[in-house]
C-alpha cells in the first residue's frame, strides 16, 4: 500500500507514555482520534508519569478529538476507526489476570477487526519484547538477535497476553489483507538520559522517549511492506551488540536520534 503521508489516525491507548509520545510527533502531520480508557483530559490533569521523565497525554483541541474508548469493547472501537486511514493500537494492561486478557488479547483482535470492517489497511501494532524471563528458553545470553526471531513469552502475564495479541494481528494481515507493523520496545529513557549519571549503565534494549514518537510517523509514511506482518526492534543502536534497529532503518528510514551514550561511556 502507498505511504501515509496525511489523513487521520486513531491511537488507541493514547492516555499513557508511549501514545503520549505519538501523538506529540504526529499532530502536525494528521488528525488525530485520541482515545483510552479514561479521559485523556483527565489524565493529563492528574498529572502522574508511568516513571520519571515519561510524556504526559495532552487532549489536543480541533481538528483533534478525543473519545473515551474501551477497547475491549468491539462496538466502541468500531466507531472509533471509522472515518480512520490508519490504526495505532499502543493499548496494554499488565498486572491484572483478566484485563490483561481482555486489553492486550481481545483489544488486538478488536482493533484488526475493526481495521478490516472499516477498509483500513495498516496497522501499527505495539507489544514489549522480553528480554530475560529468568528461563532457559529467553534470549539474554545471545547476540544479534534478529527482529523475526520468535518470542518466547513464557507465564509472565504481561508478555503472553501482548505476544497472543500480535499473533492475532498477524493471523489478520495475513488472511484480511491487512498491513501490520509491530514496533517492540523495552527500557525507556529522555532523549538526555534523565537523571542517570555519566557512565551508570544501560539496557542493551533502550529507546527514548522522543524516539519513540518519532518511530510512528515513519511508520505511518512507509512504503509497502515485503511482508503482511512486519515485526520491527524500535531502539538505539548500542554497542552491547544484542539487538540492532537495522531494519527499521532499511525498511521504515526511522532511524534512533538519540544513542544515551554519556550512560554507558565513561570519561577519562
Known amino acids: 500500500m502507498p505511504p501515509i503521508q496525511s489523513g487521520k489516525v486513531c ?5 499513557g507514555p508511549v501514545g503520549a509520545a505519538a501523538a506529540n510527533s504526529l499532530k502536525d502531520h494528521y488528525t488525530l482520534r485520541l482515545t483510552d480508557v479514561r479521559p485523556i483530559a483527565e489524565i493529563q490533569k492528574e498529572g502522574k508519569p508511568q516513571s520519571p521523565g515519561a510524556p504526559l497525554p495532552t487532549a489536543l483541541g480541533p ?19 471509522q472515518g480512520m486511514d490508519a490504526l495505532i493500537n499502543v493499548t496494554v494492561v499488565r498486572p491484572h489476570p483478566v484485563q490483561a486478557f481482555r486489553v492486550n488479547l481481545t483489544g488486538a483482535y478488536n482493533v484488526a477487526k475493526a481495521a478490516v470492517a472499516c477498509g483500513i489497511r495498516r496497522i501499527i501494532h505495539t507489544g514489549p519484547l522480553p528480554t530475560g524471563l529468568n528461563h532457559e528458553a529467553d534470549y539474554w545470553h545471545d547476540f544479534d538477535i534478529p527482529d523475526e526471531t520468535p518470542l518466547h513469552p513464557g507465564t509472565d502475564l504481561y508478555a503472553i497476553t501482548k505476544y497472543l495479541g500480535g499473533q492475532v494481528t498477524r493471523v489478520f494481515a495475513e488472511r ?28 542493551c534494549f533502550s529507546t527514548s522517549w522522543e524516539d519513540t514518537g518519532e518511530a510512528f510517523r515513519y511508520g505511518l509514511q512507509a512504503p509497502a511492506m515485503p511482508q503482511p506482518y512486519e515485526v520491527f526492534f524500535i531502539c538505539a543502536e548500542t554497542p552491547h551488540g544484542k539487538y540492532s534497529p537495522a531494519k527499521a532503518e532499511r525498511l521504515l528510514g526511522w532511524k534512533a536520534k538519540h544513542t544515551l551514550e554519556r550512560l554507558y561511556r ?3
Do not use: M, N, W
Request: with cysteine; charged share 20%; hydrophobic share 40%.
Open 11 to 15: 491511537i488507541f491507548g493514547a492516555g
Open 63 to 81: 481538528p483533534h478529538e478525543c473519545r473515551t474508548v474501551d477497547v475491549a469493547d468491539y462496538a466502541q472501537v468500531l466507531a472509533a476507526a
Open 176 to 203: 484480511a489483507g491487512l498491513e501490520v507493523l509491530t514496533f517492540l520496545y523495552c527500557h525507556f529513557r529522555p532523549g538526555d538520559g534523565g537523571e542517570a549519571a555519566d557512565g551508570s549503565g544501560l539496557h
Open 266 to 268: 565513561k570519561k577519562a
